[in-house]
C-alpha cells in the first residue's frame, strides 16, 4: 500500500447557500471560493490513503458499500470515530 501523494490542487467550486431537496440547480452567483479538497481532507499525506468500503455495517453512518474513504493511518483509534481496520495494512 503506497502512501496518497498530492499532486497539483484541484479546486472545486463551493455554494454559498445550502441546497434544498428537489432544488434543480443553485445560479453561479451563490459560488463562493474554490476549495483544494486535497488541503481540507488531508492533514498528513505520506500516513494517508483511500480504501473502497465492502459490505453494509456502516450504512446507518452514510458508509455503504463501493463508498471510498480516506483513511489517516497516523491517527489514534477512539471510540467515538469511525476505525478502518485490515490485516492486510501491517
Known amino acids: 500500500?503506497?502512501?496518497?501523494?498530492?499532486?497539483?490542487?484541484?479546486?472545486?467550486?463551493?455554494?454559498?447557500?445550502?441546497?434544498?431537496?428537489?432544488?434543480?440547480?443553485?445560479?453561479?452567483?451563490?459560488?463562493?471560493?474554490?476549495?483544494?479538497?486535497?488541503?481540507?481532507?488531508?492533514?498528513?499525506?505520506?500516513?494517508?490513503?483511500?480504501?473502497t468500503v465492502a459490505g453494509d455495517s456502516c450504512i446507518d453512518v452514510g458508509i455503504f458499500d463501493g463508498s471510498l474513504i480516506t483513511v489517516d493511518r497516523s491517527l489514534s483509534s477512539i471510540m467515538s470515530r469511525i476505525n478502518a481496520a485490515s490485516s492486510e495494512m501491517a
Request: charged fraction near 10%; avoid cysteine; charge should be negative.
Open 1 to 51: 500500500m503506497s502512501p496518497a501523494v498530492l499532486g497539483p490542487p484541484i479546486f472545486l467550486p463551493v455554494y454559498l447557500t445550502a441546497v434544498r431537496a428537489g432544488f434543480p440547480s443553485p445560479a453561479d452567483d451563490y459560488l463562493d471560493q474554490p476549495i483544494d479538497l486535497s488541503r481540507a481532507l488531508i492533514q498528513n499525506a505520506p500516513a494517508t490513503f483511500i480504501m
